[in-house]
Each structure stands twice: as structure tokens, then as C-alpha cells.
């Protein structure tokens, strides 16, 4: 470990939701200056960076991530006077904010693809991937991520192009060189800005096998799966060139002072470690997934140091926008234990908005979907519109988010589960968060330590942090009863995710209530 860790190594990052977090203008939806104006609550949390879904001009067919203009800001949220006025009271404030961006494909409405659609001969033919197909078939049986062929016939050019996502989402072609110089200088545009960094959509998808062979089948596919999960992605995803394409794009990153990329793949955590070729934080998604089970946890915090590459930094995400939030998952009860494991295991964690205050996923109504997902693959749990609804501000209507209608609807209990009833309320989640942010500040172990002891002893895993004289001994008690499990020796408690006090405990058994975690300072033991 450097002695002076990076500012991404030792922070914490915020994830916003721009739709979401706060409407400034009255139309019910989230934009800029709403963001600005809530800044100094994202301060209170004590967190050091803001990543911002994506803002860049859209048709909005999968809300942002179908980009027409890389360095534009869409009308819905602002415009780029707002956009620097955002950037600039972030950074008043020592906040970092990291981008989202998005390599894989653009919009169908790109004038890129207007152009290459345009002609066989266009010059931006080859921006994209077109083939003939097969038989009067698609050029293979690859599937897309929504659901169906991941190809869509154009019947003027008499060819497919190939979309990993929505019809509406074309996949550039990265092995074309002017693809790559005009997304570098995209990429440079905003540095010169001064963002902080991005995060990088789907980068696994970037390339695809060259010679477009079929999918093997799936041999664990089942009833009940959704249609896509049928075939392996083998020849799709998580190809050997993708690493060259991030490589430049830390090099561009890292022709700029203290900046981070950030990368998007759900894979493996064997595959994943490949991408710190590119990217500083390759982002862990295995928590999301993780049965919440002492023993399966306790394997994963420790597979996962034994696979990091030689200075690769660890990252750690336990909610973001595309699945389930923590309180549906493990429950309100266990929400403040969740937080106490995100906030103390090594390295660099990502909060994502509303989980500081338990929100849980919403009903949507079916007439008020809004997520192509669902709608496209309905049935199969996949809608993101439950994890993506406004930030509740206040008790009144709305919840402060809009003087209008919003975008979606909040939760039902707005009235009790938003930031002005929960800020300052005695054994709030929202307080527990504030607490636990700020003695990961003040205790280096918690931040940028290493571990002692990763184990589980039945429900309650067990982990030390260390950094230099200082030992905290970490203990989360994931069952529904209690227990009484060994301390290494006299210490003093410095936090309880369920009493809030703190004191000296003199014995070598440390009693856990239910859903209980606790921190305790054993740097005295001999």
C-alpha cells in the first residue's frame, strides 16, 4: 500500500440518480440544479464523491444510456451552464464527481448512426457492426440483453446490425480506429472540464468474437429464466481486445492529475480481475447477489483479496440503479448491519442514494412502468423502476422531490421515511450512516488497512482491520437470535449498530442481539 493513498482509495462514493434526486423546475423529474441545491446534504454524509447516472443528450429509450451527443447535456436536466455550475459547487465543497459514461453503443438517433445507416458506402459504415444475415435469419443466435435477437434488419440497407441492449442502442465497433480517437477525445472534453473520473458502462461488451460464431448452449438453463439466459455469452462478451481499449483510456485518464475510471461488468470474480488492466476499479457486484450468510460472505471478502492483482485496490457495492435496493433484499432490520459491512471491509465503497435512509423498492403500478426492461421481458423480476424512484426530502406531498407530477411515484410512508423527519432522529438509519462514515474518517484501519482474521463462527462473521498499532475487530451478527461469540481480549466499543453507546468491555465474549454489528478498538491486546 502507497503511503498516501489516492483520494478514490480512502473515499467513498455516492451514487445519484439525476431523474431522481431532485426536480428544481416543476416538471417531475430530477435535473442539475436540483442536484446542486441538495449538495450540501450529500456533505452531511460525509461521503467524498458524487458519480451521476448519465445526463448526456438522449431520445431516452433506456433513460440516458442511449447517448446522441457525448459532450452534450440533455434539456431534461439542464443545460451545460448548469452542468458547470454543478461541477463547480461540488468541488467548493471537496467533492469529487465522476461521470457516467457510455462506450459501448450509442443511441440509434446518434448522427453517427444516422450516417452510417445511411448508405452501405457511408464512411461511418463500419462506426457499427452490420452484416448480412443468414438464410433470411439474423447472423447468429445471439441474444440480447432485453430479450430477443440481439439484431434488428434495416430494411433500406438490406443488412442487421448488431444491439447488445435495446434495437434502440447500436453497438459501436471498436476494432475501427476512428471510433476509438472520437470517443478518446469524448473523454477528454469532459477532463478539461475537471471531472473526476468516470464510470464506464457495460465495458464487457465491448468487443464481440470477430468471427460472430454462435452462442454454445446454456447447460443450467431452466424454466423460469428469462429467454436471454438460454445461451452462454462466450462468444458476446468479456473478449481478450476489450482490455486494450480500456488501456488507452487510462492512459488518456492519467494524462490528467488524480483521476479514476471505474468499470461496469457483472462477471465472475476470476474474469473480473482482468479489467484492472484498464480500469482502477473494476466494480465488485458480488454482495448484490450474496446469500446473507456468514459463511458464503466470509468466502467471498477473502477469495476476492486472494484474486486482486498486485495493486489492484478492492471496491465493494451493495446497491445501485439496476437491482433490488439493500432493505427489500435483507430487510429494514438488517439494513444498518448491511451498512456496517459495506463501510468497513477494505476498500473503496459505493453508496447508492436513498439506502442511507432504508428506502425500499416501490410497487409501480403497471400503467405507470416506465423501464423498457420490464416491459419488454415482463415477468421475470427485471424491472428497475422499484430501485429508481424520487429521494423523499420532507413529509409534504411528493416528498419535496417536484412541485409537479414526478416521474414515478415514491414510496407509500413519505410521510415518515425522508431526510427532514429521519436527520437527527435518535437511532435513525440515516444518523448510523452519518456515525459510521465519519469514524471510517477518522480510523485509517477502517479505510485504507489491511485485514487480520476474515471468519465466520455460525451466523456471526468476524474480520480485524489494521493499520499500523491500530486493530479494530469487526463482528456482524447476520442471525435472527442471540449470540455470544470470543473477543480477542479486553477492548473498548466504538460502535453498535443497535445500542449506539460505547464503553469499555472487559471480558472476552462479546454478546450480539439480533441483526447487531459492532466495532471494537483491541489495538491494547498484547
Known amino acids: 500500500m502507497p503511503t498516501e493513498a489516492a483520494w478514490w482509495q480512502r473515499g467513498i462514493i455516492y ?76 468541488h467548493q465543497r471537496g467533492l469529487k464527481l465522476i461521470m457516467d459514461f457510455v462506450p459501448n453503443h450509442t443511441s440509434e438517433q446518434h448522427p453517427w448512426f444516422l450516417e452510417s445507416r445511411s448508405s452501405r458506402d457511408s464512411l461511418k459504415r463500419d462506426w457499427y457492426i452490420w452484416r448480412d444475415g443468414k438464410d433470411g435469419s439474423p447472423p447468429n443466435n445471439w441474444m440480447s440483453e432485453f430479450g430477443g435477437s440481439a439484431w434488428t434488419f434495416d430494411e433500406a440497407s438490406g443488412q442487421y ?18 471510433v476509438r480517437a472520437a470517443m478518446g477525445n469524448a473523454l477528454r472534453f469532459w477532463l478539461d472540464k475537471g471531472v473526476d473520473g468516470f464510470r464506464l458502462d457495460t465495458i464487457h461488451h465491448l468487443f464481440e468474437d470477430e468471427g460472430l460464431r454462435d452462442n454454445p448452449l446454456n447447460p443450467d438453463f431452466h424454466e423460469g429464466l428469462p429467454p436471454r439466459e438460454q445461451f452462454e455469452r462466450t462468444h ?33 470474480l476470476e474474469k473480473l480481475m482482468r479489467y484492472y488492466d484498464g480500469v482502477h476499479l473494476p466494480f465488485n457486484f458480488h454482495l448484490i447477489g450474496a446469500p446473507w450468510n456468514a459463511a458464503h460472505l466470509a468466502d467471498l471478502i477473502w477469495r476476492y483479496e486472494q484474486l486482486l492483482p498486485r495493486n489492484g485496490w478492492p471496491n465493494w457495492v451493495l446497491g445501485n440503479h439496476d437491482r433490488s435496493r439493500v432493505a427489500s433484499r ?26 442511507e435512509l432504508g428506502l425500499a423498492d416501490v410497487n409501480i403500478p403497471p400503467a ?18 422499484p430501485v429508481r424512484t424520487p429521494m423523499p426530502w420532507a413529509s409534504e406531498p411528493n416528498g419535496g422531490f417536484t412541485a409537479g407530477k414526478p416521474w414515478l411515484p415514491l414510496h407509500d410512508n413519505v410521510s415518515e421515511l425522508n431526510v427532514q ?18 469514524l471510517r474518517r477518522r480510523e485509517p484501519a477502517l479505510s ?79
Open 15 to 90: 451514487q445519484i440518480y439525476p431523474r431522481s434526486f431532485q426536480d428544481s423546475n416543476g416538471d417531475g423529474i430530477g435535473d442539475l440544479a436540483g442536484i446542486t441545491a441538495r449538495l450540501d446534504y450529500v456533505v452531511t454524509l460525509g461521503v467524498d464523491a458524487i458519480w451521476i447516472s448519465p445526463i448526456n443528450p438522449s431520445p431516452m429509450a433506456d433513460f440516458g444510456y442511449d447517448v446522441s451527443d457525448y459532450t452534450g447535456i440533455d434539456p431534461i436536466f439542464g443545460g451545460m451552464a448548469d452542468f458547470d455550475a454543478l461541477l463547480d459547487a461540488a
Open 161 to 178: 446490425y448488431y444491439h447488445a441492449y435495446l434495437p434502440q442502442q447500436p453497438d459501436l465497433n471498436w476494432r475501427n480506429s476512428d
Open 236 to 268: 458476446q462478451t468479456d473478449q481478450r481486445e476489450v482490455r486494450d481499449v480500456l488501456g488507452e483510456f487510462r492512459r488518456i485518464c492519467e494524462s490528467y492529475d488524480d483521476r479514476v475510471l471505474i468499470g461496469e461488468a457483472y462477471l465472475p
Open 330 to 355: 435483507f430487510g429494514i432490520k438488517a439494513a444498518p448491519l448491511a451498512a456496517m459491512l459495506l463501510l468497513t471491509l477494505r476498500g473503496t465503497p459505493t453508496l447508492y442514494y436513498g439506502d
Open 368 to 385: 405507470q412502468v416506465q423501464d423498457p426492461w420490464e416491459i419488454r421481458v415482463p415477468g421475470f423480476g427485471l424491472g428497475r423502476d
Open 421 to 438: 423527519t429521519l436527520d437527527g432522529k435518535p437511532g435513525s438509519l440515516l444518523d448510523l450512516y452519518r456515525d459510521l462514515i465519519a
Open 448 to 526: 485504507t488497512g489491511d485485514y487480520g482474521t476474515v471468519e465466520h463462527r455460525d451466523d456471526v462473521l468476524v474480520y480485524e482491520r489494521v493499520h499500523a498499532e491500530r486493530r479494530l475487530f469487526i463482528a456482524l451478527n447476520l442471525g435472527t437470535t442471540l449470540i455470544y461469540t470470543p473477543l480477542p481480549g479486553p477492548g473498548e466499543l466504538l460502535f453498535s449498530t443497535v445500542h449506539g453507546w460505547k464503553g469499555k468491555i472487559a471480558g472476552d465474549l462479546l454478546r450480539l442481539q439480533p441483526h447487531e454489528g459492532v466495532i471494537v478498538d483491541i489495538s491494547a491486546i498484547a
